[in-house]
Antibody, heavy 118, light 106 residues
Framework: QMKLQESGPGLVKPSETLSLTCTVS????????YSWIRQSPGKGLEWIAY???????KYNPSLEGRVTVSVDTARNQISLRVKSVTAADTAVYYC????????????WGQGTLVAVSS | DIQMTQSPSSLAASVGDRVTITCQAS??????LNWFQQKPGKAPRLLVF???NLETGVPSRFSGSGSGTHFTFTISSLQPEDFATYFCQQYDNLFTFGPGTRVDVK
């Protein structure tokens, strides 16, 4: 049974960079592609970006330029970086896997809360 | 970008009730619509994909229908474990989620 586990700092200062890691266990990372999704009371669920095991990426246009996602197949990890954060980036961040059919988010990690505050 | 709306935003129901939630897309998304359930403090769980296909392991009391811009999600007989928030999500052009429908105890 594949498991996705998000990790990273729970508190980031305004204008700094938010960095999170999603560790994939219990399965081959190359079988799926992976998205980062965040959820905040103000904006609901928002897709951030996805990455294939090949390194191919796609970003939400509303965040493109501030966000970078990458994959490390040797470590079975997917990474997210959001630069120049503000309070609006405070959210629970989820890693989710996608199948190459009608299920872009068929299984999610438990999520990690990131607060942006000085 | 494609906007998703849901109605109602919340509802109160009793165990055994039939519950129906609607989701509207701002443009034609064919059948590219999924439904999720989320309980407090938990990640969303995929229930229905491709507008009407039940994910493996999901009870048959859940169902989805629709195409184009109008979609419906139904729980035929509400069970105690079904009190939660339900989201629709389109994948026709990138990905966007509806604002959610909270199902509470009447």
């Amino acid at each position: 049974q594949m498991k996705l586990q998000e990790s990273g700092p729970g508190l980031v200062k305004p204008s700094e960079t938010l960095s999170l890691t999603c560790t994939v266990s219990g399965g081959s990372i190359s079988t799926y592609y992976y998205s980062w999704i965040r959820q905040s009371p103000g904006k609901g669920l928002e897709w951030i970006a996805y990455v294939f095991y090949t390194g191919t990426t796609k970003y939400n246009p509303s965040l493109e330029g501030r966000v970078t996602v990458s994959v490390d197949t040797a470590r079975n990890q997917i990474s997210l970086r959001v630069k120049s954060v503000t309070a609006a980036d405070t959210a629970v961040y989820y890693c989710a896997r996608g199948l190459y059919d009608d299920r872009p988010f068929d299984y999610w990690g438990q999520g990690t809360l990131v607060a942006v505050s000085s | 970008d494609i906007q998703m709306t849901q109605s109602p935003s919340s509802l109160a129901a009793s165990v055994g009730d039939r519950v129906t939630i609607t989701c509207q897309a701002s443009q034609d998304i064919s059948h590219h619509l999924n439904w999720f359930q989320q309980k407090p403090g938990k990640a969303p769980r995929l229930l229905v994909f491709g507008a009407s296909n039940l994910e493996t392991g999901v009870p048959s009391r859940f169902s989805g229908s629709g195409s184009g811009t109008h979609f419906t999600f139904t729980i035929s007989s509400l069970q105690p474990e079904d009190f939660a928030t339900y989201f629709c999500q389109q994948y026709d052009n990138l990905f966007t989620f509806g604002p959610g429908t909270r199902v509470d105890v009447k």
